[in-house]
């Protein structure tokens, strides 16, 4: 079972569809590990190409194998519009340790809605478990 500590650097985005048509978008983004949720700031007026450079860490604790990254445009009088999607697959992190700055699509109704740069890095738990020889800890020992 994984267990550490998942880094994640959200870089920025770019080509994403635009949602609103008489201003550029205020995009923020999302970041869901199973039930942990962190948000970005939202990047005012950075359009179909925002820059956030933020990190995020999550906990991991089972052997969920994905990240998932919702893009939104926040808006002032109405609710904010999504984006697109990115799912972001982590058993390579969790193998090599540490991904640098790769690209990932983002997807809405199955179509391609641009990319977003992520770097990933992950820090297993050290195990806590001792290797104890069975009688070397002390307790009652049967004689021969």
């Not at 500590?5 to 970041?31: C, H, Q, R, W």
């Not at 990047?43 to 999550?58: D, I, R």
């Amino acid at each position: 079972m994984v267990r550490g500590t998942l880094e994640v650097l959200l870089v920025g985005a770019k080509g994403l569809e635009g949602t609103d048509f008489l201003s550029n978008m205020d995009p923020y983004a999302i970041l869901t590990y199973r039930s942990q949720e962190q948000r970005s700031s939202v990047a005012s007026g950075k359009g179909c190409t925002p820059e956030w450079n933020e990190s995020f860490v999550f906990t991991i604790s089972d052997g969920v194998a994905e990240l998932t990254i919702k893009l939104k445009d926040s808006d002032m009088c109405t609710a904010d519009d999504s984006v697109g999607d990115a799912t972001i697959p982590l058993e390579a992190v969790f193998q090599e340790g540490r991904l640098p700055p790769t690209v990932y699509n983002v997807v809405k109704d199955q179509k391609y809605f641009g990319e977003i740069k992520i770097a990933l890095s992950f820090t297993p738990e050290e195990n806590t478990d001792r290797d104890f020889d069975k009688e070397s800890y002390g307790g009652w020992k049967q004689s021969s």
